[in-house]
């Protein structure tokens, strides 16, 4: 079946950057249209960004442009963001998911706070 495993969270000061990833099982990864989401505390989960399987082509909340970059490792499964200049308000637990399953992972938490 389909498993996510969200990493590489943690707290980080204003303006700093970190990589997160998301390592995959149980479908074609190289084929699948992937989605990074993030859910603020009080806050529904929004979309981040997301990467096209085939196509290399990605797309970004007007929130993060310029500061995030999605990133896929198709030989290993692995799906990446890299975020940069991150602000207290993007605090929040981030999931990964494949577009066209109803699955999500466990997410990664990532705190932004002086």
């Known amino acids: 079946q389909v498993q996510l495993v969200e990493s590489g969270g943690g707290s980080v000061q204003p303006g700093d950057s970190l990589k997160l990833s998301c390592a995959t099982s149980?479908?074609?990864?190289?084929?699948?249209?992937m989605l990074w989401y993030r859910q603020a505390p009080g806050k529904e989960r929004e979309f981040v960004a997301r990467s096209v399987g085939l196509y290399g082509i990605f797309g970004y909340a007007d929130s993060v442009k310029g500061r995030f970059t999605v990133a896929r490792e198709n030989a290993k499964n692995i799906l990446y963001l890299q975020m940069r200049d991150l602000a207290p308000e993007e605090t929040g637990v981030y999931y990964c998911?494949?577009?066209?399953?109803?699955?999500w992972g466990q997410g990664t938490q990532v705190t932004v706070s002086s």
């Open positions: 149980g479908f074609i990864f190289s084929s699948q249209t």
């Open positions: 998911k494949v577009e066209a399953f109803d699955t």
